[in-house]
């Protein structure tokens, strides 16, 4: 595709159980990240992966929060017992190469999460 | 404190102003700041990115850098309707473009 995309674009759940959050990135983009954006706040990092590496898990709230990515591709977030306080836009990003300063992050349009 | 603050408005201005946006920050050791644009149920898409000091402009937008105060601005000239959106400023260090530190975000609303 042209673009990032995610999946599902909106996802109702209720609390304590799990949820998938699926990214697409751009084709040959190595670089990909997951952000968190609560109602009124700024994106919080989550989590990145660069190619083979080792990713970048500094982010991630808790242990109920994990994320996977198959080698330059699709990744998943999940989200284990989830609570109301993870109700949030999960936003997705690729790039083509991490470690250049300024180089562009290209988002997918967000996942909206709510647990009830 | 956070590392980046930025007044999330809401900023509402008539069809045709000049449109000032900001952010300030507390480390000296930022060297890319970068300006996107997120519409409403949309994710942010990059406008503008400028590295250390200076001013780049960019057809109507221009993105200026004060590393001495650790401020960044985003000025929209002639703005449009077209234009109301939330704009957020992020920066990171040199060679570790991973994280990107992110302000708030400031609502605009221009008016025709």
């Known amino acids: ?116 | 404190q956070k590392e980046v603050e930025q007044d999330p408005g809401p900023l509402s201005v008539p069809e045709g102003a000049i449109v000032s946006l900001n952010c300030t920050y507390s480390n000296s050791a930022f060297q890319y700041f970068m300006w996107y644009r997120q519409y409403s149920r949309k994710g942010p898409e990059l406008l503008m990115y400028t590295y250390s000091s200076g001013n780049k402009e960019d057809g109507r937008f221009t993105a200026q850098v004060d590393k001495s105060s650790k401020y960044i601005s985003l000025f929209i000239r002639d703005s449009q309707p077209s234009d109301s959106a939330t704009y957020l400023c992020a920066m990171t260090l040199a060679g570790n473009n991973r994280k990107l530190i992110w302000g708030l975000g400031t609502s605009l609303a221009v008016n025709p």
């Open chain 1, 1 to 116: 595709g042209a673009g990032v995309s995610q999946s599902p674009s909106n996802k109702v759940t209720e609390k304590g159980k799990d949820v998938e959050l699926r990214c697409d990135p751009i084709s040959g983009h190595t670089a990909l990240y997951w952000y968190r954006q609560r109602l009124g706040q700024g994106l919080e990092f989550l989590i990145y992966f660069q190619g083979n590496s080792a990713p970048d898990k500094s982010g991630l709230p808790s242990d109920r929060f994990s994320a996977e990515r198959t080698g330059e591709s699709v990744s998943t977030l999940t989200i284990q017992r989830t609570q109301q306080e993870d109700s949030a836009v999960y936003l997705c990003a690729s790039s083509l190469e991490a470690g250049l300063g300024g180089n562009e992050q290209f988002f997918g349009p967000g996942t909206r999460l709510t647990v009830l």
